[in-house]
């Protein structure tokens, strides 16, 4: 099955044509990507947990001209392995255990409910809540100071659209700019919190730099897209909304299940170090296997009537944070983040509702929407 990752209707509900490819083969050679196509939860799980498979990273080319996008993935630990993925790794995750995170908690809760409280009887979720919430988040970590967090945003979104599966000239060339005046900005910052820890425990300038801008790219946009995605699922589930607010103790799984039915990142890749049989075919050497994470969250040999949405679901063991090596960091974070502001909508609004058909953005390895009107209104 041929899937075509830039067709509007794939893009518009890409569900259908994953559950298809799962059903007719877990493991699929892909000829338009040159990369074999993992659907099925097992087979994801195996690709994401293999050892042999990993994160080689090589520059894009021409290399002179994306040495700005280079630099920065280059000395990132999502793209190496072991060795320097674990000193990179264990460096930045004192910023992230629990207990630290954790403690966070009360300060992204009264943010959250400051942003609502501003937002008014109608606003835009995502530029109202979802992205001011997560940039200051991340900002405080970074110690950037809040007269320069309105430039985050636009950054990791041009950087972002690198990795889809289609890109334009036009979308690289963003994409080098971003870079470029991201990393100089971060290179000319007086050095505080994160920056400072990672700075002194020993990492290069060049790696400090990339693992700012990774841990903005990835926790930003996860926290983002997570909450559009996952609320424009509750209010187009409205027995699933009464249900919620009649419980507000499931928030927990609610927050899973979100990510499930609708995760902000479709699709992880891995190369062979070396020969690799999984599900009984081998992987060449040097060969690139998609990871589809939408597919394997909605695998009915795993999930229970796997298209519908419960805020009850348990277990959930869906792979919308990866698994393996390079489970993502900020998963704590991120919860922490979503269950903050769902709380604070189910409590500031009990009439919430869709005010128009929410606008997504024409991507799919990070799926999530440019606007979701709401309001706040009975409409009677």
């Not at 559950?19 to 994401?48: D, I, K």
């Not at 080319?61 to 790794?89: G, K, S, Y």
């Not at 062979?272 to 060449?284: F, H, K, L, S």
């Amino acid at each position: 099955m041929e899937i075509d990752f830039a067709a509007g209707g794939f893009l518009a509900d890409p569900y259908p044509s994953l559950a298809l490819l799962r059903e007719r083969a877990p493991l699929a050679w892909h000829a338009p990507t040159s990369r074999w196509l993992a659907a099925s939860h097992r087979t994801v799980n195996a690709v994401l947990r293999d050892r042999d498979l990993g994160r080689f990273w090589t520059d894009r080319e021409p290399a002179d001209i994306l040495e700005p996008f280079n630099l920065l993935h280059r000395n990132q630990m999502m793209e190496n392995e072991p060795p320097v993925h674990t000193r990179l790794r264990s460096l930045t995750a004192k910023a992230f255990n629990r207990g630290h995170v954790e403690r966070l908690r009360p300060r992204i809760k009264e943010a959250a409910e400051n942003l609502l409280t501003a937002a008014g009887p109608e606003f835009d979720l995502v530029n109202d809540l979802a992205e001011p919430l997560a940039v200051t988040v991340i900002a405080k970590l970074l110690g950037i100071p809040e007269s320069d967090r309105h430039r985050l945003r636009p950054w990791s979104a041009a950087i972002v659209r690198m990795y889809e599966v289609n890109r334009t000239p036009e979308v690289e060339a963003a994409a080098i700019t971003a870079c470029e005046e991201f990393a100089d900005y971060l290179r000319r910052l007086h050095r505080t919190d994160l920056l400072s820890h990672l700075s002194s425990a020993g990492l290069t300038e060049d790696e400090v730099v990339a693992s700012a801008v990774l841990l903005l790219n990835a926790g930003h946009e996860a926290s983002v897209s997570g909450l559009g995605n996952g609320v424009v699922a509750l209010l187009r589930h409205p027995d699933q909304l009464v249900r919620l607010r009649a419980n507000v103790a499931l928030v927990p799984s609610a927050i899973e299940e979100m990510l499930r039915y609708d995760s902000p990142l479709h699709l992880f890749v891995r190369t062979a170090a070396r020969d690799v049989v999984i599900d009984g075919i081998t992987i060449g050497e040097g060969a690139q296997v998609a990871a589809l994470i939408g597919a394997a969250n909605r695998d009915p040999e795993v999930f229970t009537d796997p298209d519908g949405f419960d805020v009850g679901r348990d277990p959930n063991p869906h792979l919308s944070f990866g698994a393996g090596l390079h489970f993502c960091l900020g998963a704590p974070l991120a919860r922490i983040e979503l269950s903050a502001a769902l709380t604070a909508l189910l409590r500031h609004a009990p009439n919430l509702r869709l005010a128009a058909e929410p606008v997504r953005h024409p991507t799919f390895v990070l799926r999530g929407y440019a606007a979701i009107q709401l309001t706040t209104s009975s409409g009677r």
